[in-house]
């Protein structure tokens, strides 16, 4: 195979999860590797050494059939698995392979509380179709590359941060993957460490309000770095603190350590923190056990829909403080 094209439209941790696939394409058959994806998602792969070409769409793969066309691929890797990649393999005519998405298994256990779920990560899962390619998992965990010209500077960050520092992403899609800003003061306080909040634009205001409790100890950079800057700063973090979301995948392909609070949605998903295999204690995963209602959804809602949000709320700091304590005493 001369060229292969791989496919994934979003978003940043979906996006970051298809990395071990990208290196071990290149790296196993020698072959171009381009990769297809939503514009605004383009600087998460921007620095990856092993795709050969990005190709972008706004919106409809129609976009840039003709241009993709013109390429001859040999193989289409689907890694979204849609309506829309569907006509973008009517449209490309050539040999395409996909994942199973589990759709019927998340909906039995959302719905009817079965677990059928296969003990595997999502990136794992991934390489199944490659197999009669002779392309594996050479189990190094995933990438992420950060552009010379966005790496943040320690000396561009306030004077506390100096030393030693927690970083703890306060973002998220949905609401009901995120930890509250109450809960997040409460750990700030109780931790007594220098912090900085990771998370988009939309993050900022409510992160404002976490930092105006314990202003001498948090810095807000919600809003004030691009993904790869943020990425930057997760990378100069001694340990991060994380929603389910894709700061968290970017935390794991950077190695760090992680202590990720799972709400809604459960590690059994698959989408866990992915590292390689000598690292793979590197995550340690929050969650409420016993809850009849969790998972409520495979992605998330905007509120509870019990309205006691429960699997959030009964998260005990002194256990994220705990599993930190013991991250940087096993790995210091």
């Known amino acids: 195979m001369k060229k292969i094209l791989i496919v994934r439209f979003s978003s940043i941790g979906d996006i970051v999860l298809t990395t071990p696939v990208i290196r071990a394409v290149k790296q196993q058959t020698g072959a171009e590797v381009h990769f297809l994806t939503k514009e605004a998602f383009y600087p998460v792969l921007q620095g990856n050494p092993c795709i050969d070409k990005i190709h972008t769409i706004k919106k409809s793969v129609t976009e840039v059939a003709e241009q993709l066309q013109g390429y001859g691929f040999d ?34 256990i959302v719905n009817a509380k079965i677990d059928i779920l296969p003990d595997k990560h999502l990136v794992d899962r991934c390489f199944e179709p490659l197999a009669p390619f002779g392309i594996k998992n050479d189990g190094q965990g995933l990438d992420y590359f950060i552009p010379q010209e966005e790496e ?4 561009d960050l306030p ?51 976490i930092r105006r409790s314990a202003p001498e100890l948090v810095f807000n950079g919600c809003g004030a770095f691009s993904v790869n800057q943020s990425a930057s700063v997760i990378n100069k973090a001694d340990v991060i603190i994380t929603n389910d979301t894709g700061l968290m995948h970017i935390a794991a392909a950077l190695k760090k350590k992680i202590v990720a609070l799972w709400g809604n949605t459960i590690p059994q998903f698959g989408m866990y923190p992915y590292f390689s295999e000598d690292k793979k204690s590197y995550a340690r995963n929050i969650e409420v056990g016993g809850l009849a209602c969790r998972p409520c959804s495979k992605i998330g809602y905007e509120k509870c829909p019990k309205g006691h949000f429960h699997c959030m709320m009964k998260i005990e700091e002194e256990k994220i403080i705990e599993a930190v304590k013991s991250l940087q005493k096993d790995y210091s």
């Open 75 to 108: 193989l289409v890797i689907d890694l979204h698995k849609n309506l829309r990649t569907a006509r973008l393999r009517s449209l490309l005519r050539c040999k395409t392979v996909s994942f199973s998405k589990l759709n019927v298994r998340k909906w039995l």
């Open 152 to 155: 943040v500077a320690l000396a």
């Open 159 to 209: 004077g506390f941060l100096h030393g030693s520092f927690i970083g703890i992403v306060v973002g998220g899609k949905h609401q009901t993957k995120i930890f509250p800003a109450e809960k997040v003061v409460s750990l700030i306080r109780k931790m007594g460490r220098p912090v900085v909040l990771l998370g988009g634009p939309e993050d900022k205001e409510r992160a404002e309000e």
